[in-house]
């Protein structure tokens, strides 16, 4: 089947530092991998997204590239501030008629 | 562009009755996905709506429905209500008619308390 696996939080960084979560997943197909962000208390906001092997998406300072042969999408971005802290998921669609999430992680920054 | 709205924001209803959620999706949209999300968890997929018929379903029981209308907003309706449909409800919405057909807008969510 279809499944998402996060690295567990909480991610506690001081600002200015590197950032990575981890993801991974299983797929049948060609899946396209995304990125979600959510603040406290908000819906998600869609963070990036890549589509076949070896795409890399960006936004706001965030990277993730698609690895087929280690069936992995890692967040990373290189100087993480307060205002990134929230809780990241990583989720894949094998289709267009639904999204698979992992479970989140939670990222703290603190100045 | 208006985004994703979603009414009302909060909800407390007692085991038993019924509840219905509304979205209206974005503009040029066509298509309405729900999500329910437990507390400390992610989204876990309930149905999804395109040109107002159930176009896909995640591992709910029937008592979660749900409609689509001409405008493309969205109803989610859930009958008998359990202590486990406790949750943040998201909807989505997205088109099929552009190049970024797989990417899901989300609203803000309504926050669902059955006592």
């Known amino acids: 089947g279809n499944s998402v696996t996060q690295m567990e939080g909480p991610v506690t960084l001081s600002e200015e530092a590197f950032l990575t979560i981890n993801c991974t997943y299983t797929?049948?197909?060609?899946?396209?991998l995304f990125w979600y962000v959510q603040y406290p208390g908000e819906g998600l906001q869609l963070l990036l997204k890549a589509t076949k092997a070896d795409d890399k998406g960006s936004n706001k300072g965030f990277e993730a590239t698609y690895r087929k042969e280690t069936t992995s999408f890692h967040l990373e971005k290189g100087s993480v501030q307060v205002s990134d802290s929230a809780v990241y998921f990583c989720?894949?669609?094998?289709?267009?008629?639904?999204?698979?999430f992992g479970t989140g992680t939670r990222l703290q920054v603190f100045p | 562009e208006t985004g994703v709205t979603q009414s009302p924001t909060h909800l407390i209803k007692t085991r038993g009755q019924q509840v219905t959620l509304r979205c209206s999706s974005q503009?040029?949209?066509?298509?309405v996905s729900w999500y329910q999300q437990a507390l400390g968890q992610g989204p876990q997929f309930i149905f999804q709506?395109?040109?107002?018929?159930?176009?896909g379903r995640g591992n709910f029981p029937p008592r979660f429905s749900g409609l689509q209308f001409p405008n493309y907003s969205s109803e989610l309706n859930v009958n008998a209500l359990e202590l486990d449909d406790s949750a943040l409800y998201l909807c989505?919405?997205?088109?099929?008619?552009?190049?970024?057909?797989?990417?899901?807008?989300f609203g803000p969510g309504t926050r669902l308390t059955v006592l």
């Open positions: 989505a919405s997205s088109s099929t008619d552009s190049s970024s057909y797989n990417e899901q807008f």
């Open positions: 709506y395109y040109r107002e018929e159930e176009n």
């Open positions: 797929a049948t197909g060609y899946p396209s």
């Open positions: 503009s040029g949209h066509n298509t």
């Open positions: 989720a894949l669609t094998p289709y267009t008629d639904k999204l698979i």
